[in-house]
């Protein structure tokens, strides 16, 4: 029993140190700094852009927008910032085109002009506008300006305990002209916080969990596409509108997306899927390595996590047509939640960061941080292609053969998600894929994987082990996420015929002991629950209670009543251990989404499961021994904020 | 000069207590009448002293001229005329616990006292323009009062346990800062009188529009009460009848605590109405809420999950015991029923608990300095959301001296001035802390609200309809936005028809309020007009327009040669100026 505790504590360790170690070898390679921040500035970053002369211009939430000369610290330690313009509504985004800026205000794409050359913005022209209903959530986005100086917009769907489309083109992204001409140009987004072009100049717009959004994703838009949030489609009868779509044939839940966009025009499945709480919560930012300061990676995409303070690297591939492609971790550790990344002229990323109302791993309130290229980089899986028979995996370096070609460090999953109004989804339809071949092909930069059990319309969660150069260094993430829309010509289909429409595997556990969340009044308590303590949720991942006093030994109902928008629960934990559970609930990865997040350790006392956003669960337990219990929302990222102390005297 | 005496310590208890709300968690936008102190003559009052106090169909006072005020014969409007032996007005009304409401309107100079029960005095002094109440206006506009009175408590013998005052004073909307000294009506000294005196000075005033509520202790009590909860929630109430509840009880307090979440709560008991009359109660609930008297439909919310919503209904009832019953399908954990009765202020029949508070958060004012100030976000407006709010502030020109700034909202939709108010600017607490759900600026003065309607329009002639938006496809103006001028402050500029306007505000000489310059590039026979105010009625005065009765000024109209038209427009006066085949530049001041 206490060898079984000691063994549970090393783990924990073990699992701690590990998402330490990682920062650190991420460190070696890619240098963060801090940009200073002077004291008065509450550098709330909305928006980032650089001008012609290579200043930094930050768009607030406060509505201010400051250009930062030097942000590189080249030639002082602390960068001059000078307010250009102020006033604005909640400015999301910030672009910079023939000497002005330009960004959207809730209700309006707005360019801004220092027409007598005293770095102070005197002209602001509303280029274009749109109807707003006064719902927090009708967040507005861009402009991306487009080499042809069109420009792009995007704008949230209002939150009413389910995402609509309250006033026109709500869900929709707009192009813009510079004389304000607007034409709809896609619909099917919910919250479309970031979009980008990659190399080519094709636009990829990013979507974060929610409701008929299972995860995380990058959709490719052309225009006309529908992305897969039916609220959007309201406007589909407005004159311009390019979609036929209709609101109405949308059930509440509709299996998976990949199916149900089969022989559908213009309705988008995602290129790659960012897998909750693995590859971030929320991503926020997308932008193109397209210099050559980006050594192996040149060509593909960076994708922000505003919730994990993270950087995400995403390789794309066109299979008949249409992108497809995988996603990697890159690099963790920024200091808050990252909304907005932008290139500095050295080729070094810029990184705008906030986390107010949405906590993030990064612990700051905000920050501007600047991220630098190695001239050396590390052992990654450069690219990952599908094949006629599998996988080819490129590193950036050579790999030892004989490591690389044995089967067993490699393996791979297939899952997916639902395609459903509820908020959020659980990982589904999980299934082995078998690695049978591992040929190294050329130079040992590539190995050839043939797979059998792939599946169309799922991500393939490949994990390698021991694979390493020549020298004995070793892949500095192990992992990608490679989401099949299409096999390529000549494929054989043998190995794809596993049924996708197999019951679903699990559907969103909760933990896997029972005794730990006890959901009816226990038939050996004689009376009724001694205590009843009723517990909600306040926007800003909170609880509505920080601090709850019980009785040692009384008997406790416990209501929770989620009443935000996202997904939360509520685990009591052993005393001082609120954080590690936090942590462990972090560390389980695609595991966690099936478990609840409800981490298999001793330190979890009593838990709810993870409930939708408004509903309720009532937990019922007995109090243990006095002491001051934690509890948080174990919802990776949730814990940091969103917790209090149970005082049991 | 006028018979005062000093008065005892016990009016130093008479400070003002701020209003402590009863879980009410917004201002009511219906309530049961007032009673109105008629004012056709002075029949309402004790011995009035006919030389100082009389009633008057219409007054006017020049804002300007110390003392000047006219009346005309009419009724409706109380007069005070200073006279050698000036008389309190006393009522023949009696007050216990009492909201009161008035307008008043002073000549320049003018100051005045209310008195309540002889010892509790508010001073009404002329303070347009002052940092201790920023909330007053111009001298010969109408103000309003808002009066919240506590008797004093006494015990069974009589004996005061706690003094009478008021908990609540507001000038024009605006917390009010009473300067009254401690000093009281020489009435009957031996007994506690309950009237309202009004106590002039040496300068006329008007003061019309008194209203009251006086209230009696007794409220409705509930007894006898059962529940049910039942599994689930249902649309319709009836369903319950065929159901098995899965809890049942008997309460003392009415809660959705009572019940469950997503579940429906019956509740079934015995209102005791404690006297005849009107009753108006009021409904807030998160999920389908429905409540009965006596088998009778009374108020439901139509089944919303708007926490924040109120629903009122008004229902006669006699004095007597009558069964109750309440349905709550509880979505959302927010059950509230209020109500108000005949000499029964606004009291709840729910716990405290049983109401679900939006989140507040700590002020966070945005202090402006000596740089005008300028902030988009959503702003209240007649009790909506006005979502295309910028809020402007100008600092107090250096010669002010002691004088506040001057702040308006624009609307950056109809491209018009929304509102004013002297004094400090916004506040930004929601807008700023943690997800500013609700994106307010709050206007830290008493708001002039204006027009939600655009300043220029195309009308087909002179009588057609003001339009509500700008007369376009998309109901916006095309090419519009604004520049900063040098002073810092916006010049709004927007077309319509190729008509293109410049629109500029400032502060008034003075700081008496603002300054517009309206500039109107015309293109030649297009038919445009400008709105320049709308109100229930504009009237002429020296120095320009009494708008809206007597809500503000509009002053100093400059047009050229063009002539401003007065005219109706759905019944209401305004003032529009039509706008010919020249360039040509309006410039006025708004006064309040």
């Known amino acids: 029993m206490v060898r079984c505790v000691i063994m549970i504590l090393l783990l924990i360790r073990a699992v701690n140190s590990f998402a330490q170690h990682i920062i650190e070898n991420e460190s070696k390679y890619y240098k963060i700094n801090t940009v200073p921040v002077p004291d008065s500035i509450m550098l709330e970053v909305g928006g980032l852009a650089f001008t012609d002369d290579d200043k930094l211009g930050v768009a607030t939430r406060r509505g201010e927008i400051w250009v930062i000369d030097d942000p590189y610290q080249k030639k002082s330690q602390k960068p001059r910032y000078s307010l250009f313009a102020n006033g604005l509504h909640e400015p999301l985004w910030l672009a910079y085109k023939k000497g002005a800026f330009y960004t959207t205000q809730r209700s309006e794409l707005t360019k801004m002009s220092d027409s007598n050359g005293d770095g102070v913005a005197d002209l602001f022209q509303t280029i274009y506008s749109w109807p707003i209903s006064g719902n927090y959530h009708e967040y507005s986005y861009g402009p991306l300006i487009l080499p042809n100086g069109e420009m792009l917009v995007t704008l949230n769907l209002s939150w009413v305990g389910r995402g609509e489309s309250l006033t026109k083109w709500r869900g929709w992204m707009l192009k813009i002209t510079e004389d304000g001409k607007m034409t709809p140009f896609a619909t099917g987004m ?39 949030h039916p609220a959007g489609l309201k406007w589909t009868a407005e004159p311009g509108s390019p979609i036929d779509l209709k609101r109405s044939s949308f059930a509440d839940s509709i299996g998976i997306m990949y199916d149900y966009a089969q022989g559908k025009s213009h309705f988008k499945v995602p290129a790659i899927w960012f897998p909750h709480t693995v590859m971030g919560i929320s991503t926020s930012a997308i932008v193109s390595m397209d210099s050559d300061e980006a050594g192996p990676f040149k060509g593909q995409l960076l994708v922000g996590d505003q919730g994990h303070s993270k950087i995400m690297r995403a ?257 009591i934990t052993a005393p001082g251990k609120g954080e590690e559970v936090g942590q462990n609930a972090m560390d389980m990865g695609l595991n966690g989404t099936n478990a609840g997040y409800i981490p298999d350790s001793k330190s979890v006392l009593f ?35 969103m917790k209090g102390i149970m005082k049991v005297r | 000069m006028m018979p005062i005496r000093q008065l005892s310590k016990k009016l130093v208890a008479c400070v003002l207590i701020f209003y402590a709300p009863l879980t009410l968690a917004q201002n009511d936008s219906q309530s049961l009448p007032f009673d109105t102190l008629k004012l056709d003559n002075l029949d309402q009052f004790i011995n009035p002293n006919t030389k100082n106090w009389q009633v008057a169909g219409n007054v006017a006072a020049d804002r300007k001229q110390i003392g000047s005020f006219n009346d005309i014969k009419g009724k409706g409007i109380l007069v005070y005329k200073p006279a050698k032996q000036s008389l309190p007005l006393i009522s023949k009304a009696e007050f216990g616990d009492a909201d009161i409401e008035l307008d008043f309107l002073l000549s320049k ?42 008797a004093a408590d006494l015990d069974k013998n009589g004996k005061e346990t706690k003094s009478a005052r008021f908990e609540k004073i507001l000038l024009n909307g605006h917390e009010f800062e009473n300067n009254a000294g401690q000093q009281a009506v020489n009435l009957s000294p031996k007994t506690i009188n309950k009237s309202l005196a009004i106590i002039g000075n040496a300068l006329p005033f008007a003061v019309r529009n008194v209203q009251f509520k006086t209230y009696q202790k007794d409220l409705i009590h509930i007894s006898a009460t ?54 108006l109660f009021k409904m807030i609930a998160g999920g389908g809420a429905w409540f009965y008297i006596d088998g009778k439909h009374i108020i439901d919310n139509r089944g919303t999950r708007d926490f924040e919503r109120a629903f009122y209904a008004k229902h006669t009832l006699k004095k007597g015991k009558y069964p109750f019953k309440i349905v709550y399908s509880n979505s959302d954990e927010c059950l509230v029923l209020h109500y108000e009765g005949p000499q029964i202020p606004w009291r709840s029949l729910t716990t405290p608990a049983s109401m679900r508070v939006s989140e507040r958060f700590e002020p966070l004012e945005y202090e402006v300095k000596n740089k005008p100030a300028i902030q988009r976000g959503f702003m209240m407006h007649r009790n909506k959301i006005n979502p295309y709010t910028a809020s402007v ?115 008034a000489p003075q700081n008496e309020g603002l300054t517009r310059e309206v500039k109107i590039t015309p293109n030649a026979g297009k038919g445009a007009y400008l709105l320049l105010a709308e109100g229930r009625t504009i009237e002429q005065t020296t120095h320009g327009y009494a708008v809206d009765d007597k809500n503000y000024f509009i002053e100093n109209l400059q047009a050229g040669s063009v002539k401003p038209i007065l005219r109706r427009d759905n019944g209401r006066h305004q003032l529009i100026i039509p706008i010919q085949n020249e360039p040509l530049t309006i410039k006025y001041d708004i006064i309040w």
């Open chain 1, 607 to 641: 838990h709810t499961c993870l409930i939708q956003p408004e509903t309720s669960q009532t937990i019922y337990f007995t109090a243990p021994k006095a002491g001051d219990y934690p509890f948080i929302c174990s919802f990776p990222g949730h814990s940091f904020v």
């Open chain 2, 226 to 279: 059962n529940f049910k909860v039942y599994n689930g929630l249902h649309k319709n109430p009836d369903t319950l009848a065929s159901l098995q509840p899965k809890r049942t009880g008997v309460t003392d307090t009415l809660s959705h605590l009572v019940g469950d979440r997503k579940s429906q709560l019956l509740m079934e008991g015995t209102l005791d109405i404690p006297r005849d009359g009107d009753y």
């Open chain 1, 190 to 228: 919910r919250s479309p916080a970031a979009f980008g072009l990659n190399a080519s100049g094709d636009v990829f717009v990013a979507e974060n969990q929610g409701d008929w959004i299972g995860s995380g994703r990058i959709t490719h838009l052309n225009a006309g596409d529908f992305a897969g």
């Open chain 2, 109 to 150: 100079g003018a100051s005045f006292e209310i008195s309540l029960h002889g010892r509790c005095n508010i001073k009404i002094t002329d303070d347009w323009m002052k940092k201790a109440n920023p909330g007053a206006k111009a001298p010969g506009l109408w103000q309003h009062l808002t009066i919240r009175f506590r």
């Open chain 1, 315 to 571: 390789f794309l591939e066109k299979v008949n047509g249409q992108y497809q492609g995988a996603c990697f971790p890159f690099r963790e550790g920024f200091a808050s939640g990252i909304l907005r990344m932008a290139w500095g002229s050295d080729h070094s990323l810029f990184v705008g960061m906030t986390s107010r109302g949405w906590a993030s791993t990064g612990k700051d309130l905000f920050g501007l941080q600047r991220m630098t290229f190695p001239k050396q980089f590390p052992l990654e899986i450069k690219a990952m292609r599908i094949t006629t028979t599998g996988f080819e995996l490129e590193f950036t370096k050579p790999v030892n053969k004989t490591i690389a070609s044995a089967t067993e460090n490699y393996k791979m999953t297939g899952f997916t998600y639902s395609y459903r109004k509820k908020y959020g989804s659980p990982v589904i339809n999980s299934g082995d894929c078998n690695v049978s071949k591992a040929e190294i092909l050329a130079d040992g930069t590539k190995v050839k994987l043939t797979v059998n059990g792939l599946r169309a319309g799922y991500i393939h969660e490949l994990k390698i082990a021991n694979v390493a150069t020549q020298d004995g260094e070793k892949l500095l993430h192990p992992e990608a996420y490679y989401t099949i829309n299409a096999f390529p010509p000549g494929t054989d289909h043998t190995h794809h015929d596993m049924a996708h429409t197999q019951a679903a595997t699990a559907t969103g556990g909760c933990g896997n002991d029972p005794s730990k969340s006890v959901h009816e009044q226990p038939a050996d308590w004689k009376t009724e629950a001694g205590v009843t303590i009723i517990m909600g949720t306040k926007p800003g991942l909170k609880f509505d209670k920080e601090i709850l006093e019980v009785k040692a030994g009384s008997k406790v109902k416990l209501v929770f009543n989620n009443n935000d928008d996202m997904l939360h629960n509520l685990v």
């Open chain 2, 393 to 507: 502030s100008i600092p107090p020109l250096a010669s002010a001296g002691e004088k506040t700034g001057n702040n308006y909202a624009y609307d950056m939709k109809r491209y018009n001035v929304l509102s004013a108010w002297h004094g400090r600017f916004i506040d930004v607490s929601n807008m700023w802390t943690e997800r500013g759900e609700k994106q307010l600026e709050i206007p830290l003065g008493a708001k002039l609200e204006l027009l939600q309607k655009p300043l220029l329009a195309i009308l087909s002639s002179p009588e057609a309809s003001w339009p509500d938006s700008a007369q376009t496809a998309e109901g916006v103006f095309p090419k519009r936005g604004y520049r900063l001028a040098n002073s810092g402050l916006p010049v709004y500029f927007y077309t319509l028809n190729e008509t293109s306007i410049e629109d500029y505000l400032s502060s």
